[in-house]
């Protein structure tokens, strides 16, 4: 596959370019990523993006469409608009998204309304949140004796009870939930209530590849309750399975092991 950047800055078609800036550290971004962001005219960028990602894009004018508590999210439609009047202006737009743009990213959407109004796309995989926070614990996702597939789930599922989550964890398989935070109580309930083992062990990954990085163990059925007493905010994911009382990761939880 041919590199994703051609031109600098601004030429006669523009086009967007979607960008996977990584879970959070910026010495994980790509080699794409960073020469992407060199040619940038115009970035596009989400609220957790580390500002030393953005200093790699110096020359480009920058407009956040990140959640805010004076504002509303911009709604994603107008994201797309956004994209699409820019390119056509003649930019190179570089739509700069945490973790992977189509892992729970929208990047999809992006892509969607780009052809449909005829502008020029690619996109720049990125280290998704899942891979880059558990790399961080030493827990593998998958394990020759603890589990042979994973799972990604987003945890903010509107009619979570009505939801069939039998099957997505258990024994030989991880579940990582994005995004499951504030709705953890309800998730560990829904979980035992389609036949998982409230003694399931689980993760709680606070931070993921940034400073104050941190593990909690716990089980399935406590997980509410440790989220709370160890004020565990977001960027954080929830790791249900066996890989989560693996050896290292029990060591980083512990104080043990400082992964970096």
């Known amino acids: 596959?041919?590199?994703?950047?051609?031109?600098?800055?601004?030429?006669?078609?523009?086009?967007?370019?979607?960008?996977?800036?990584?879970?959070?550290?910026?010495?994980?971004?790509?080699?794409?990523?960073?020469?992407?962001?060199?040619?940038?005219?115009?970035?596009?960028?989400?609220?957790?993006?580390?500002?030393?990602?953005?200093?790699?894009?110096?020359?480009?004018?920058?407009?956040?469409?990140?959640?805010?508590?004076?504002?509303?999210?911009?709604?994603?439609?107008?994201?797309?608009?956004?994209?699409?009047?820019?390119?056509?202006?003649?930019?190179?737009?570089?739509?700069?998204?945490?973790?992977?743009?189509?892992?729970?990213?929208?990047?999809?959407?992006?892509?969607?309304?780009?052809?449909?109004?005829?502008?020029?796309?690619?996109?720049?995989?990125?280290?998704?949140?899942?891979?880059g926070a558990a790399a961080g614990a030493l827990m593998p996702l998958t394990h020759r004796e603890h589990a042979s597939s994973v799972s990604f789930v987003a945890g903010t599922c509107q009619n979570l009870v009505e939801q069939d989550w039998a099957g997505l964890a258990g024994k030989g398989r991880t579940l990582v939930i994005y995004m499951g935070v504030t709705n953890a109580v309800a998730i560990a309930d829904k979980l035992i209530a389609d036949g998982l083992s409230p003694d399931c062990p689980c993760a709680v990954l606070e931070r993921g590849t940034l400073p104050g990085a941190r593990v909690v163990r716990t089980l399935l059925a406590d997980l509410g309750g440790a989220v709370v007493a160890h004020r565990v905010i977001s960027p954080a994911l929830l790791v249900i399975g066996d890989v989560t009382r693996g050896v290292a990761a029990a060591a980083v939880s512990e104080g043990l092991i400082c992964a970096c």
Do not use: W, Y
Not at 4 to 24: D, E, M, T
Not at 47 to 69: E, T, Y
Not at 106 to 129: F, K, L, Q, T
């Open 1 to 131: 596959m041919q590199s994703s950047v051609i031109a600098p800055g601004r030429a006669a078609s523009g086009r967007v370019i979607l960008v996977g800036a990584g879970p959070g550290a910026p010495d994980l971004l790509t080699v794409r990523a960073v020469r992407a962001l060199a040619m940038a005219a115009v970035v596009v960028h989400d609220g957790l993006i580390d500002p030393a990602v953005l200093d790699f894009a110096p020359g480009a004018r920058r407009i956040d469409v990140s959640k805010r508590r004076d504002r509303h999210t911009l709604p994603q439609d107008a994201i797309n608009a956004l994209l699409v009047v820019e390119a056509r202006a003649g930019h190179t737009v570089i739509r700069l998204k945490g973790g992977d743009p189509f892992i729970f990213g929208r990047g999809g959407e992006e892509v969607d309304a780009c052809i449909a109004a005829g502008v020029a796309v690619e996109v720049v995989p990125g280290v998704s949140a899942a891979l």
